[in-house]
């Protein structure tokens, strides 16, 4: 897999600046030369083009962190689900997993607000969630939305009080 050097560079905030400006990557490219960085126009171009997602062209968002954010979800799907599936279910785990899922959609959400994403499902983490849950017990996806529901109504109190 190829990785990205501007991603890993201490400029990338400064070139994601200059792009979100209105700068062309050519003249990023010139930058870039004049301050002797060592990027070229095709590595400039694969960062804005495959590392930022752009919304009504102003705002990028970094593609990266929400591929780890859904990565940890999968992460914890897969692991519930060989939980499930080896009939070993330790309770104290299983709520672990849970947990993380809940911190995970807190930074999602936390992401979409820091860059001013406008949700069209204000539900649809919650029922993605849902849905991964299916083969968990019943009571434990009650006590899911239920602790839903009470961070919905005050999402600032740490989950340790759910």
Same mark, same amino acid.
């Given at each position: ?64 962190? $929400? /591929? ?6 999968? !992460?914890?799907? @897969?692991? =519930? +689900? &060989?939980? $499930? /599936? ?6 104290? !785990?299983?709520? @672990?997993? =849970? +947990? &993380? ?62």
């Amino acid at each position: 897999m190829r990785t990205c050097n501007i991603c890993n560079s201490p400029e990338k905030i400064e070139l994601e600046r200059m792009y979100r400006e209105g700068k062309t990557i050519k003249s990023i490219e010139q930058y870039c030369r004049e301050h002797n960085y060592n990027f070229t126009y095709g590595m400039l171009y694969y960062h804005f083009k495959n590392h930022l997602i752009r919304d009504n062209d102003t705002i990028p968002i970094p593609t990266n962190l $929400i /591929n780890r954010l859904i990565n940890n979800l999968e !992460i914890c799907d @897969r692991k =519930i +689900s &060989e939980m $499930i /599936n080896s009939n070993q279910i330790e309770p104290n !785990i299983l709520i @672990r997993y =849970i +947990s &993380e899922i809940r911190h995970t959609v807190v930074e999602l959400r936390n992401l979409l607000k820091e860059y001013n994403v406008k949700e069209t499902k204000p539900e649809s983490i919650f029922n993605m969630i849902l849905s991964l849950m299916h083969d968990l017990p019943e009571e434990w996806i009650k006590k899911f939305q239920e602790r839903y529901l009470k961070w919905r109504e005050n999402p600032n109190l740490s989950p340790i009080y759910y």
